[in-house]
C-alpha cells in the first residue's frame, strides 16, 4: 500500500508560481512512475504530467507545457510539480497518483494510488 500527501496548494495571482509536493510512504517509491492530475470543478480529471521511476523521461499536457516542471527526489520518497506563469484556469484541486510500473503515462487508469488533493486557485 502506498500512502500519498500533497501540499503547497494555495491562493497566487496570474502570473505567479506554486510549488507543489507529494510526498509518498513505502519503500518501492522509487521504482513507480508518478503523474500530476486536475480537476476543475463540474469538469473530469485531467492529466497535467507524468515522471518515469527514474526521472529521465516526462510528459505534460499541452496547456501546460513549457509553464509547468514535474521533478522527484527518490531519496525523499517526493515528487514535485513546480508551477509558473500561472493562470486563471489552471484553477482546480491538484492530485499526484503513483504507478507501479515505472514507465510514465498519462492514462488516469494506470495509476494505482492517489492523494487526497491541494487545492491551486489563480486570481486573476
Known amino acids: 500500500q502506498v500512502q500519498l500527501v500533497e501540499s503547497g496548494g494555495g491562493l497566487v495571482q496570474a502570473g505567479g508560481s506554486l510549488r507543489l509536493s507529494c510526498a509518498a510512504s513505502g519503500r518501492t517509491f522509487s521504482s513507480y512512475a508518478m503523474g500530476w492530475f486536475r480537476q476543475a470543478p463540474g469538469r473530469e480529471r485531467v492529466f497535467v504530467a507524468a515522471?518515469?521511476?527514474?526521472?529521465?523521461?516526462?510528459y505534460y499536457a499541452d496547456s501546460v507545457k513549457g509553464r509547468f516542471t514535474i521533478s522527484r527526489d527518490n531519496a525523499k520518497n517526493t515528487v514535485y510539480l513546480q508551477m509558473n506563469s500561472l493562470k486563471p484556469e489552471d484553477t482546480a484541486v491538484y492530485y499526484c497518483?503513483?504507478?507501479?510500473?515505472?514507465?510514465?503515462?498519462?492514462?488516469?487508469?494506470?495509476?494505482?494510488?492517489w492523494g487526497q488533493g491541494t487545492q491551486v486557485t489563480v486570481s486573476s
Open positions: 515522471i518515469s521511476w527514474s526521472g529521465g523521461t516526462t
Open positions: 497518483a503513483a504507478r507501479t510500473l515505472g514507465v510514465a503515462t498519462w492514462s488516469a487508469y494506470e495509476y494505482a494510488y
